[in-house]
């Protein structure tokens, strides 16, 4: 839908979303591609993703899902955003452990992993208090604006 890929870019080209967030748009016709590939995602079962809203479903707030869907070894990754106007509410208290209980409960998951970037103070906290287990660090394992970052990863278990 139109108003989906709105959303989408809206989150995903705001400053204070993308500064720990891996993916980030700087156009609609690029949202829509990564739309598009999120769609595949999904037809190929290796990933789901759910536009988070008000119940009457007339404010989005923002999106979660599953990623990197491995049947053979009952896991997936975990991925949540929200809007800033969003931020400290309790909806990502709220959503993210429907979406766990999907993963374990419809898809038949034993693991769910998040990945937070070392310095994302704020969402390894939520981890935490939503009894994400953490696992340890990965340090300077990836390239982010020229620069190396670390990864904490977190885990909660069925």
Known sequence: M????????????HPKII???GISFDSLEATKEQMAWFADLEKAGTGMWFAVCSLDNKTFYGAGGLNSLSKEHKKAEIGFWLLPEFWGQGIMKEAMPLICDYGFHKLGLHRIEGFVEAENTNCKKAMAKLD???DGTMKD???KNGKFISLDIYAKLK
Request: glycine letters at 4%; charged letters at 35%; hydrophobic letters at 30%.
């Open 2 to 13: 139109d108003t989906d890929i709105e959303n989408v870019f809206k989150g995903l080209s």
């Open 141 to 143: 394992c990836e390239i």
């Open 19 to 21: 500064k720990h967030y």
């Open 132 to 134: 994400f287990r953490h």
